[in-house]
């Protein structure tokens, strides 16, 4: 009878060894990151009215996107909680850059992965997931993954990440290295180092929830302004407070907007939300790669369509001061989509008319609604 506890005595420094081991990899991997750059969008009808607008690139991360902070904040947590244990299955819904992430991670820890997807998910994620190790598990609509993603969960014995539910838990909003942090240090040394306002979409919501909170924590007077794609039910939210709201079909752009209110959306630390055409998104990143030099996705076109209505509105006016927005992920995962005029077409899709107003606003800082 004396083995047992000394067999779950084994077990037990065993399971913590392993743990251990697990959370230094991650922390490992994170020390030989740097950080993400902070590019100056130079527009002079911008500049000689004292606005200042920022990119704030993520698409440099290992796994490309900014997901690759969320992927690894997501796994600490679960690591602490007990979640996750040596051999685990990880499982999450996703469409597609936050379970490359994670397949990276679960690749590091030697654990495996499945992504629960879209269809239309775009190759180029796909074969990343498959790259680092991971499977996925294609559905129909984007409504599907959260009930596919808990079947293959309670199938295997393994761990539903959820990133929709916990994003906004993982990642520590007062500092310890979170976006926000990175954004407010990288600005020190800048014409106006407290930005007017910081720009992002919402997938989840966890970005936003972060940077809204730390806004808050740090009393600064920085505010936040959260886009929105067609088919997505977060402005609606906000403006009525139904959590019950649903939209059909899920968004047309990879990462951002969802088709239910998701938990870790938190309309409360949010100053204004905008809501932005999919044809503005896909024209705003043509626009934004003849300024960069450089093909981002979807999101990144949202985000920068919302971050030029503002600085075109504060330019009205005459206010000064600093606009940051996020490259969420490089657009070399979209060639078939995005930067498809077949794709765009066969979607109904009407770039033109945006790309000429966004290049308008650029050059005279006069906003034209769509």
């Known amino acids: 009878m004396s083995s047992h506890p000394h067999s779950s005595g084994q077990a037990?420094?065993?399971t913590s060894d392993w743990l251990s081991q697990a959370i230094n990899r991650i922390e490992a991997d994170y020390q030989r990151s740097a950080d993400t750059h902070l590019i100056a969008l130079r527009l002079p009808c911008y500049a000689q009215c004292g606005i200042d607008l920022y990119l704030k690139d993520e698409s440099t991360h290992p796994t490309g996107s900014l997901k690759h902070r969320l992927a690894r904040s997501l796994f600490l947590y679960a690591l602490c909680n007990g979640w996750v244990r040596e051999g685990s299955t990880i499982v999450?819904?996703?469409?597609?850059?936050?379970a490359v992430s994670e397949a990276y991670f679960a690749r590091?820890?030697?654990?495996?992965?499945?992504?629960?997807?879209?269809?239309?998910?775009?190759?180029?994620?796909?074969?990343?997931?498959?790259?680092?190790?991971?499977?996925c598990h294609l559905v129909e609509s984007a409504g599907a993954v959260y009930e596919q993603a808990h079947a293959i969960a309670a199938q295997t014995g393994?761990?539903?990440m959820d990133q929709f539910t916990y994003a906004e838990r993982a990642t520590d909003w007062r500092g310890n290295n979170n976006i926000a942090e990175s954004i407010f240090a990288q600005m020190r040394a800048e014409p106006h180092p407290e930005p007017r306002w910081i720009v992002v979409g919402a997938g989840t919501g966890g970005t936003s929830a972060t940077i809204g909170r730390y806004l808050r924590?740090?009393?600064?007077?920085?505010r936040l302004a959260v886009v929105d794609p067609e088919r997505s039910v977060f402005c609606d939210y906000y403006a009525n407070g139904d959590p019950t709201v649903t939209a059909e079909g899920g968004s047309?752009?990879?990462?951002?907007?969802?088709?239910?209110?998701e938990p870790s959306f938190v309309p409360g630390v949010i100053d204004r939300m905008i809501r932005v055409p999919n044809a503005a998104s896909y024209a705003a990143m043509r626009v934004l790669e003849r300024l960069v030099g450089r093909r981002y996705g979807g999101s990144t076109g949202t985000n920068f369509c919302g971050a030029l209505e503002i600085a075109c509105e504060m330019a009205a006016r005459g206010e000064a001061g600093a606009i940051v927005t996020l490259a969420c992920d490089a657009g070399d995962r979209y060639l078939d989509t995005y930067y498809s005029d077949a794709w765009l077409a066969a979607g109904g899709y009407d770039v033109a008319p945006h790309v000429e107003r966004f290049e308008r606003a650029c050059a005279t800082g006069s906003w034209t609604p769509a």
């Open 217 to 222: 924590f740090q009393g600064t007077a920085t």
């Open 12 to 14: 037990a420094n065993a």
């Open 252 to 261: 047309d752009v990879e990462g951002i907007g969802r088709p239910r209110v």
């Open 108 to 135: 590091l820890l030697g654990l495996p992965f499945v992504a629960v997807m879209p269809r239309g998910t775009s190759p180029e994620k796909i074969a990343q997931i498959e790259f680092h190790g991971g499977r």
């Open 92 to 98: 999450e819904a996703s469409s597609g850059s936050t």
């Open 158 to 160: 393994g761990h539903y």
